[in-house]
């Protein structure tokens, strides 16, 4: 089956310092993805959907020189947080359409201390 | 703008035993697909089973089936014979057709469900 394989699963960095997130569609051509981010025990919220070859679409309320979305590539998508605070600690999950399904990596627990 | 709303936030089942969750949006779309997705303590998001509003038969996947109620605008989730690995945040979710702008999955607020032995 379709794998979605998002990297690093886990990432502890310094406030201020940026991180980067990386969503690959393996078997698939995405040519759209999704980020999300969940608090503990809460919803997946979506911040933003990456079109390849376009600037990606942010939902209301989440900055977009914050979090910085590319997507290069038919099987790549990375989420970059720029200067990193501890209030962006939490779980990013990404996703990936392969024509009418959606497929979702494992995600990434940030901790920024 | 679709909603999709989840008004359990826990339940939980005996072993073997029969539960179901609930699950209500508001679309103006005629044409739209309904997802279960269950999140168990990894984290990992797991399709559990899928309906397109289409397709009056409601949906089965072996111990889960839906009632999906499109006129109510309601799509249930019915496990039988529950297992000590169903227990997880179970979410449901709305997506507009593929072809229509700003298609993408709209969650509920989920339900934690908890099976015991």
């Known amino acids: 089956g379709a794998v979605v394989s998002q990297h690093p699963s886990w990432v502890i960095c310094k406030s201020g310092t940026s991180v980067k997130i990386e969503c690959r569609s393996l078997?698939?051509?995405?040519?759209?993805m999704f980020w999300y981010r969940q608090f503990p025990k809460q919803s997946l919220m979506l911040m933003a959907t990456?079109?390849?070859?376009?600037?990606?679409?942010?939902e209301q309320g989440v900055e977009k020189d914050k979090f910085l979305i590319n997507h290069a590539s038919l099987t790549l998508s990375t989420l970059t947080v720029t200067s990193a605070h501890p209030e962006d600690s939490s779980f990013y999950i990404c996703?990936?359409?392969?024509?009418?399904?959606?497929?979702f990596g494992n995600g990434t627990r940030l901790t920024v201390t | 703008a679709q909603t999709v709303t989840q008004s359990q936030p826990e339940m939980s089942v005996q072993e073997a035993e029969t539960v179901t969750l609930s699950c209500t949006y508001d679309?103006?779309?005629?044409?739209?697909?309904l997802f279960w997705y269950k999140q168990p303590p990894s984290r990992q998001m797991i399709l559990v089973i899928r309906?397109?509003?289409?397709?009056?038969q409601n949906a089965t996947e072996n111990r889960f089936s839906v009632n999906f109620q499109k006129a109510a605008k309601s799509f249930s989730l019915k496990i039988s014979d529950s297992q000590l690995g169903d227990t997880a945040m179970y979410f449901c979710?709305?997506?507009?057709?593929?072809?229509?702008?700003?298609?993408?999955?709209?969650f509920g607020e989920g339900t934690q469900l908890t099976v015991n032995p």
């Open positions: 309906q397109e509003a289409y397709k009056q």
């Open positions: 996703s990936a359409r392969d024509r009418d399904r959606i497929h």
């Open positions: 679309t103006s779309e005629s044409n739209y697909y």
């Open positions: 990456s079109n390849e070859g376009s600037k990606a679409t942010y």
């Open positions: 979710a709305f997506m507009k057709p593929l072809e229509t702008s700003g298609s993408r999955l709209t």
């Open positions: 078997d698939f051509q995405a040519t759209t």
